[in-house]
């Protein structure tokens, strides 16, 4: 396994990163999935932060695998079977989500974790194999760091309950300083183009999941209630909400910001952020479904802020990670941010609020193109 050269012509995701995509968002639903029936009763502060501790694990080993596979891709039959099993890694997490999420057990989604990140450390070692100086003691700085993180997770299956939440933190911070302290004399050559691809196919899908989780929420509320006057503006809202957040992250191309690991770090890492909200913005209108038909024990601001939040959020995100790199002036830099805050505010317009927050997004996306269109007729 020898690394490949960041100046590849033409370097495109495989068949093979798209399925492993899809699997992950296997996960990604399940994540969803407790997300909603938390708020749904009315429990936000255990519902989000046990949404963002199953959501890590899910992203963290999305994440290292695709810079891993943008530098040493090499699609031969050993590099194939890990992926596999990387794969099988994140089916047993999805699994044990339920329970990790609800009791605070997270023997089946460790065991899945563990899986994942052997696979990947087998990887590293490969790739070692190839390379030699600076690149070999990054690779086995890697391997290092991931037998070390792995050795934590276990550790925390046998911590006290309670202690399990603040040991979580403190591997999260570890398993986040692997790449920071592997890469700091040798960066690894990973493809700007083929890595803002990888980025944007798995919003693509997370968006997708939310809007086939959406339907699946429409389709039974109308199976038991019949509330088509209460559920057709959540069902276009939503759609609207889902249409411009694809629209906004792609206005701009995020690979040309990626020169170096200086800004790689903070785009890669934050995009957390982006890909939770994007997957919660379904959650929250699965939530706004229920309390519409009177099966959530919530109040309506309550059900319209698990929409508006993390649209807001995302917006709020994809400004701050690329976007704002690409406007001119104060207006272009100012559309975003502001939008973000209205649709934030539309959760107190009572039962409508869904479809004022997609109506404010539709109008951002109408504001952002116009005056991008003004901006390069003027030059």
């Known amino acids: 396994m020898t690394a490949r050269s960041r100046e590849e012509d033409h370097r495109a995701a495989t068949p093979l990163e798209l399925f492993f995509d899809l699997c992950f968002v296997v996960a990604v639903a399940q994540a969803g999935r407790q997300l909603v029936h938390a ?35 090499v699609d031969d039959v050993p590099y194939r079977i890990a992926t ?27 065991a899945g974790y563990v899986v994942m990140r052997i696979a990947l450390t087998l990887q ?22 991931l037998v070390i993180c792995q050795a934590g997770w276990l ?12 040991l979580f ?6 398993e986040l300083l692997v790449p920071v302290v592997a890469e700091r004399h040798q960066a690894t050559p990973w493809h700007a183009h083929h890595i803002a691809e990888r980025y944007g196919l798995f919003t ?9 989780a959406s339907t699946v929420a429409v389709q039974s509320a109308l199976d038991e209630h019949e509330a088509l006057g209460e559920l057709l503006p959540i069902a276009a809202g939503g759609l609207l909400l889902v249409f411009a957040a694809w629209w906004i992250y792609f206005a701009v191309p995020a690979h040309d910001r990626l020169r170096s690991n200086r800004q790689a770090f903070s785009w890669g890492y934050g995009h957390f952020v982006i890909f939770a909200a ?9 939530v706004a479904i229920e309390q519409a038909v009177g099966k959530a024990h919530i109040s309506t601001v309550a059900a319209n802020l698990a929409v508006t939040v993390p649209a807001a959020v995302f917006l709020a995100f994809v400004w701050l990670l690329h976007s704002r790199h690409y406007k001119r002036g104060t207006t272009q830099q100012l559309v975003l941010p502001v939008s973000a805050l209205a649709i934030l505010a539309c959760a107190w317009t009572g039962a409508q609020a869904v479809l004022w927050a997609g109506l404010v997004a539709t109008a951002t996306v109408a504001v952002g193109v116009t005056l991008a269109d003004r901006t390069r007729l003027g030059a």
């Open 39 to 73: 708020l749904a009763e009315d429990h936000v502060a255990a519902g989000i932060s046990g949404y963002l501790f199953v959501f890590f694990g899910v992203w963290w080993a999305w994440m290292n695998f695709t810079w891993f596979a943008s530098a040493y891709d």
């Open 84 to 110: 596999l099993v990387q794969i099988s890694g994140v089916l047993i997490y999805a699994a044990g989500i339920p329970r990790a999420f609800n009791d605070n057990d997270w023997t089946i989604a460790v």
């Open 124 to 145: 590293w070692l490969r790739a070692a194999a190839g390379e030699s100086g600076a690149a070999r003691r990054c690779a086995l700085t890697y391997a290092a760091g």
């Open 155 to 166: 550790a925390l299956l046998v911590a006290p309950e309670d202690a399990r939440r603040w």
């Open 169 to 174: 933190l403190v591997l999260v911070a570890a």
């Open 204 to 212: 693509i899908i997370v968006l997708g999941e939310t809007i086939a």
């Open 278 to 286: 994007a997957a919660a913005i379904g959650a929250g209108i699965e």
